[in-house]
């Protein structure tokens, strides 16, 4: 297969930082698109894989998957998209598209397997796949996306991943007017949460453990703002919530905010700490309530949140940078120093000679 050699920016072993690599992309076979690449979100799924933190990484690993750029050119089937078109391309970029659920349009809970954006098995060069710290990606049409042309570019990036990870439980469970939706922790993803939740027509109860943080969770649509750590504001909550998205990553008391739910309310993980978090049966027992998780959306219901973001104008809150600033936003990352997303502007890899 035709190949070509671009700039990209990546790491070669677990403790090595981030550095200019060349890598291989395929020519476009007859379905794909190829996009210049011209923001891409750091996601914390990135840090973990380029330090192997989940035992799974092959190297040299490119990381990023919250790509979004414009069209340079498309394969001869290619029906979906033009050359100048805007697209982006999120956490996957093929699935078997024969099992069950790749036929309902949840391709993210594909049976063999999906195909993610970077560090998955590449069936077109037989490595691995790279991500969107690179100058250019090739991507078949059936899994790139539409960008909405009123959204600012940069600060879209981010829905690819953060976005959807939150859009997703909340359409599921059908969040709208009438519902109390809670949100705990106020970062790349309750950030989103927040947004989509009052968008959606629900009442945003906000849960933080910083006082600080009152007046940016009411900038970005809180009705109310809970200080988890003071009991007389939690008990005030007490059995009002219909649904709670947890977003903290950190090992942390699920059994305070399960009792906030009413009758058949659901906690919805999608933050991910490493130690598993113990449930009181008697947290969920007496009311029916339900703990469950949820992971990206499907390419259909990932375009339905771009569309959704266009109709009501909803980007992330992003600090651009430029790729050389890479390391040092992975260690501010560790450190929670980031409001809300950090978005790489690639001109500064295709500048470098």
Known sequence: M???????????????????????????????????????????????????????TMYPIVPGHEIVGRIVKTGSEVTKFKVGDLAAVGCMVDSCRECEYCKQGLEQYCEPGNTLTYNSPDKYLQKQTYGGYSESVV?????????????????????????????????????????????????????????????????VVVFTTSASKFEDAKRLGADEVVLSKNEDQMKKQSRSLHLIIDAVSASHDVNAYIDLLRVDGTLILVGAPEEPLPVAAFSIIPTRRAVAGSTIGGIAETQEMLEFCGKHSITSDIELISIHEINNAFGRLLKGDVHYRFVVDMASLKKDN
């Not at 990546?10 to 690599?21: E, F, I, S, V």
Request: charged share 20%.
């Open 139 to 203: 991507v078949d049409e059936s899994f790139v996306l539409h960008v909405p042309e009123n959204l600012d570019l940069a600060a879209t990036a981010p829905l690819l991943c953060a976005g959807i990870t939150v859009y997703s439980p909340l359409k599921h469970w059908q969040v709208g007017p009438g519902k109390r939706v809670g949100v705990v922790g106020i970062g790349g993803l309750g950030h989103m949460a927040i947004k989509f939740a009052k968008a959606m027509g629900a009442h």
């Open 2 to 56: 035709e190949i070509k050699r671009i700039k990209a920016f990546g790491a070669l072993t677990a403790d090595a930082p981030l550095n200019k690599m060349t890598i291989n992309r395929r020519a476009t076979t007859p379905h794909d698109v190829e996009i210049d690449i011209l923001f891409c979100g750091v996601c914390h799924s990135d840090l973990h894989s380029a330090r192997n933190e989940w035992h799974n």
